[in-house]
T-cell receptor, first 116, second 112 residues
Framework: DAGVTQSPTHLIKTRGQQVTLRCSPKSGHDTVSWYQQALGQGPQFIFQYYEEEERQRGNFPDRFSGHQFPNYSSELNVNALLLGDSALYLC???????????????FGQGTRLTVV | GEDVEQSLFLSVREGDSSVINCTYTDSSSTYLYWYKQEPGAGLQLLTYIFSNMDMKQDQRLTVLLNKKDKHLSLRIADTQTGDSAIYFCAETPYSSASKIIFGSGTRLSIRP
């Protein structure tokens, strides 16, 4: 099992551009969450996808959008990039939490986005 | 509100015990976690504790939870150089059990 895989590993973009990051979940997982980790900070929850729909969203502007495909893989899109969007973007996959027991979230290695 | 706080740095001698502390604000947290992040790597779940437990031990790791004070700690026994990393305290709020709220991380460095 390859675990959670993210691509690309590194990316440099210019202010105002748009970027798409990709995530393949761990085999058997149906839920994908995205986190932004700025330098020296802990990860911040962006949103979560299940059954191709956004289930929950953190405190991020509409410039951040996502998609989940029928094979459970996911994309994170960021429009009109700002310098402050420079960060490590982490994808986590899990089984949907259904209120009973613990479902572990497995994290990918992340995509390092630099906006110049 | 949802907030998790932890000290930024900890330095310990190899072979000693490390204790990393964390406080959280959400009294309705369901699960509390300790994650490890090494340079260039993603997050690795070390251990977790359900909110109705006081203690959990897993090999060299001991987690203590004081719900009254909203305080969580991670003790690493016999600290080794491979334990050098950033450790994140995190919680899952009951109100939204899908997301994980992380602290800013404690950088653990090991002295020979």
């Amino acid at each position: 099992d390859a675990g959670v895989t993210q691509s690309p590993t590194h990316l440099i973009k210019t202010r105002g551009q748009q970027v798409t990051l990709r995530c393949s979940p761990k085999s058997g997982h149906d839920t994908v969450s995205w986190y932004q980790q700025a330098l020296g900070q802990g990860p911040q929850f962006i949103f979560q996808y299940y059954e191709e729909e956004e289930r929950q969203r953190g405190n991020f502007p509409d410039r951040f959008s996502g998609h989940q495909f029928p094979n459970y893989s996911s994309e994170l899109n960021v429009n009109a990039l700002l310098l402050g969007d420079s960060a490590l973007y982490l994808c986590a996959s899990s089984l949907l939490y259904r209120g009973m027991g613990h479902t572990e979230a497995f994290f990918g290695q992340g995509t390092r986005l630099t906006v110049v | 509100g949802e907030d998790v706080e932890q000290s930024l740095f900890l330095s310990v001698r190899e072979g000693d015990s490390s204790v990393i502390n964390c406080t959280y604000t959400d009294s309705s947290s369901t699960y509390l976690y300790w994650y490890k992040q090494e340079p260039g790597a993603g997050l690795q779940l070390l251990t977790y504790i359900f909110s109705n437990m006081d203690m959990k031990q897993d090999q060299r790791l001991t987690v203590l939870l004081n719900k009254k004070d909203k305080h969580l700690s991670l003790r690493i026994a016999d600290t080794q150089t491979g334990d050098s990393a950033i450790y994140f305290c995190a919680e899952t709020p009951y109100s939204s059990a899908s997301k994980i709220i992380f602290g800013s991380g404690t950088r653990l460095s090991i002295r020979p």
